[in-house]
């Protein structure tokens, strides 16, 4: 079955303490974006690969980290967690060779952050 | 900043009326645009892309796209409570990976 898959699904932690959202596509699709979704402001992008070993920033860049070492496997990185990003997230990936970028989304991580 | 507005809602329309969502842009060079579907606590799922001006319709949904105003639509016809959910207005600028989202419109239909 075609999926992206994200884990873990949920995750409390606490200030500081650096953590990892691992994110996977079997499509072998080349790009690969992570979202942070919330109240009022809507899907915003966090950072983005073109493929292996090419990212950029998105809207929101501070705070993550990330890299793309394989194709299939996007992780997201928090060196040092805030408050501020408690959030849901989200992994997507596309082909981006068809007429449309139609982008294929994980099921969402909801990260607290106390 | 590359911005996209829809109205938050809620948008209450009854069962079997037409459903009108919009969406504004304030990219000109925005080249691709997108209508996600998202029910709560779900991930955004496509159902809906246009890249000309004019209409293009897929079952009971079609989208309307006006590059001159900058405005892209999304009806939907026969509304069921199934289509209860929030809608996801995505524009594509550039790269085929850099999307941005508006907030989306909440729709309810009642019964």
């Known amino acids: 079955e075609a999926q992206v898959t994200q884990n873990p699904r949920y995750l409390i932690t606490v200030t500081g303490k650096k953590l990892t959202v691992t994110c996977s596509q079997n499509?072998?699709?080349?790009?690969m974006s992570w979202y942070r979704q919330d109240p009022g402001l809507g899907l915003r992008q966090i950072y983005y690969?073109?493929?292996?070993?090419?990212?950029d920033k998105g809207d929101v860049p501070e705070g993550y980290k990330v890299s793309r070492k394989e194709k299939r496997n996007f992780p997201l990185i928090l060196e040092s967690p805030s408050p501020n990003q408690t959030s849901l997230y989200f992994c997507?990936?596309?082909?981006?060779?068809?007429?449309?970028?139609?982008?294929?989304f994980g099921p969402g991580t909801r990260l607290t952050v106390l | 900043q590359k911005e996209v507005e829809q109205n938050s809602g809620p948008l209450s329309v009854p069962e079997g009326a037409i459903a009108s969502l919009n969406c504004t842009y304030s990219?000109?060079?925005?080249?691709?645009f997108f209508w996600y579907r998202q029910y709560s606590g779900k991930s955004p799922e496509l159902i809906m892309f246009?890249?000309?001006?004019g209409d293009k319709e897929d079952g009971r949904f079609t989208a309307q796209l006006n590059k001159a105003s900058q405005y892209v639509s999304l009806l939907i016809r026969d509304s069921q409570p199934s289509d209860s959910a929030t809608y996801l207005c995505?524009?594509?600028?550039?790269?085929?990976?850099?999307?941005?989202f508006g907030t989306g419109t909440r729709l309810q239909v009642t019964l």
């Open positions: 997507a990936s596309s082909s981006g060779q068809d007429s449309y970028n139609e982008q294929f």
């Open positions: 499509m072998n699709h080349e790009y």
């Open positions: 690969s073109m493929n292996v070993e090419v990212t």
């Open positions: 990219d000109r060079g925005s080249q691709s």
């Open positions: 246009i890249y000309s001006n």
């Open positions: 995505a524009v594509e600028s550039g790269t085929a990976s850099k999307l941005t």
